[in-house]
């Protein structure tokens, strides 16, 4: 087998695996820090751009993971030679892939900054484009914060509130006060 190819069956699973992995990641980075810490940056993504702008300042958070990832890749190039070159070569691929797509789906085909429209003629990225704007009602967004598994992020955010105000229901009404 040649050395290539070697080299492709350990990197190539772990890109796959990271690539998905990101969005688990980016999901939490943007409920938990995007929608809190840092919501004085990401606010300018849930507010209309300024009049001829094309930039935002959530762009900035967007490019986050761009150094990181083509560090990774550098070593997965350069790196001596092992396990440790062809993993990290790896995670940098992945990182950079999800990076791409999150572009083209997320400011292309959601929000049309980029001519991507063409894939809404997909049932899948119909519904990761409809659970986006779930996130963009209102004025602060509330979950979805995932962007290709948003869908199945809603459904199960949906089921656990319509499943809260009942049990609150039964522990207020059958628990007698002393
Ligand atoms: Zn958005
Ligand atoms: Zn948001």
């Known amino acids: ?35 809190s810490l840092l919501w004085s940056v990401h606010r300018s993504h849930h507010t209309p751009r300024p009049a001829g702008s094309r930039f935002e300042a959530n762009d900035a958070l967007s490019v986050l993971h761009v ?21 990290a070569f790896g995670v940098g691929m992945g990182m950079s892939l999800f990076g791409l797509a999150y572009l083209l789906v997320h400011d292309g085909l959601v929000h049309g900054r980029l001519p991507m429209q063409f894939l809404v003629r997909l049932r899948y990225f119909r519904g990761v484009a409809r659970a986006h704007r779930v996130h963009h009602e209102g004025t602060a967004g509330g979950a979805p914060y995932g962007l290709f598994l948003g869908r199945w992020e809603l459904a199960i955010t949906r089921r656990l509130k319509r499943s809260r105000p009942s049990s609150a229901r039964v522990q207020g009404s059958s628990v007698p006060r002393t």
Request: hydrophobic share 65%; proline share 7%.
């Open 1 to 35: 087998m040649s050395q290539v190819l070697l080299r492709a069956l350990v990197w190539l699973p772990v890109a796959v695996v990271v690539a998905v992995a990101m969005d688990l990641w980016a999901a939490f980075l943007h409920g938990r820090v995007w929608h």
């Open 67 to 87: 150094p990181p990832a083509i560090a990774l890749i550098l070593f997965g190039c350069v790196g001596s030679p092992g396990l440790l070159r062809e993993v």
